[in-house]
């Protein structure tokens, strides 16, 4: 999958985060009204509501003042039935301002010291409502009037790139002030930098395993698998009037084969080498595959005491940030012990928590 079209799929599928909630029917009272992330008020709403914003915005710092920039904002435009939107885009290819159905999308660069720049990617809410109808709206209402699961991303070319909103300090922030959005950088190459409405990694990835881009706000897919598979005949029957796209997303996961849904089951990834050689225990120096006795110090705790005293191998030894050894073992008479050590499932003791086997 090119660059591209990963940064597609993944902004595709945050878009929908929380678009429609299992059981995906009418009648089911948590989809009443949507649930996403990342709205954008009114204005007029949002001056009655603490927690509502009128406007997202994105600052970062890009590695060269004059490099092309293009910005980009991406919603749900709710249609008024039920739950169910039609997703849409504005885009600026240059430093501007953008004015489109009920918002306004602004992109500006404003050049530092260093010769990089402050880029500023605002969309606005401007909406025109009554203030005392504004007052008393029900958000139900209001969601009709609002950017629904906004998301922005900015695009830099020319050989620039975006500097991690991550980063601490000056380096990364320079005076960046984020709204209503925790930007990241999108792709491996720096260039792009989207502004999600959840907490991500730079360099979000989709997993390899994943078939169905689900809506049920960051759920668990392999659950959902399950869940569509439990739907009964009227509730499909349900779902085959409505919404087109809840509809071809329960097509995309009943073509799920076993393997895909066993493959969702979990994936583990051994580095190699794994950690450390060996490590100073209470009595010795404890290297991989050594047989140690558990001597484990939390007082009280009664999964500790079934422990004390048992035999175990030594499969994994990590340093944390502060150089403290951390040693991962099996326990030796637990009939799962082969499966645990080769899917890197270990109980993890300090040192002193350790003996030497006699």
Same mark, same amino acid.
């Given at each position: ?49 603490? =927690? ?139 260039? =792009? ?85 060996? =490590? ?79």
């Amino acid at each position: 999958m090119s660059e591209g079209d990963h940064l597609e799929r993944l902004t595709k599928s945050l878009l929908y985060e929380g678009y429609a909630l299992y059981p995906y029917t009418r009648g089911a009272t948590k989809n009443a009204t949507p649930t996403p992330f990342g709205i954008v008020y009114p204005p007029a709403y949002s001056r009655h509501q603490p =927690a509502a914003y009128d406007r997202m915005q994105l600052e970062c710092v890009v590695t060269d003042a004059t490099a092309p920039l293009r910005g980009e904002v991406r919603w749900l435009e709710p249609t008024g039935e039920g739950h169910r939107a039609e997703a849409q885009r504005a885009a600026l290819d240059a430093p501007g301002v953008l004015e489109f159905g009920r918002g306004r999308l602004t992109l500006a660069v404003q050049p530092l010291p260093d010769g990089r720049g402050r880029v500023t990617l605002k969309v606005e809410n401007v909406t025109p409502l009554d203030d005392d109808e504004a007052r008393r709206m029900k958000r139900g209402e209001a969601l009709r009037h609002s950017l629904v699961s906004t998301h922005l991303l900015g695009r830099v070319s020319g050989g620039a790139q975006f500097v991690s909103p991550l980063e601490r300090g000056d380096e990364g922030v320079a005076g960046c002030t984020n709204v209503n959005t925790w930007p990241v950088l999108a792709t491996r190459e720096d260039d =792009a930098i989207l502004g999600p409405t959840i907490m991500l990694p730079d360099h979000p990835q989709i997993a390899p395993e994943s078939t169905t881009d689900f809506f049920d706000g960051t759920e668990i897919e392999e659950a959902l698998h399950l869940h569509v598979k439990t739907l009964t005949d009227a509730e499909r029957e349900d779902i085959a009037t409505q919404d087109p796209a809840v509809l071809e997303m329960l097509e995309r996961a009943g073509a799920t084969s076993p393997q895909q849904l066993m493959d969702l089951h979990g994936r583990v990834r051994i580095e190699d080498p794994p950690g450390e050689r060996q =490590a100073a225990i209470s009595d010795g120096i404890v290297r991989l595959g050594d047989k140690v006795v558990l001597r484990p110090k939390r007082v009280n705790d009664v999964y500790d005491t079934m422990l004390e005293g048992r035999v175990a191998t030594v499969g994994r030894i990590y340093l944390d940030d502060a150089d403290r050894p951390h040693l991962g073992v099996t326990v030796d008479d637990d009939p799962m012990q082969e499966i645990l050590a080769e899917s890197g499932r270990f109980l993890f003791f300090f040192p002193h928590e350790l003996e030497m086997a006699r």
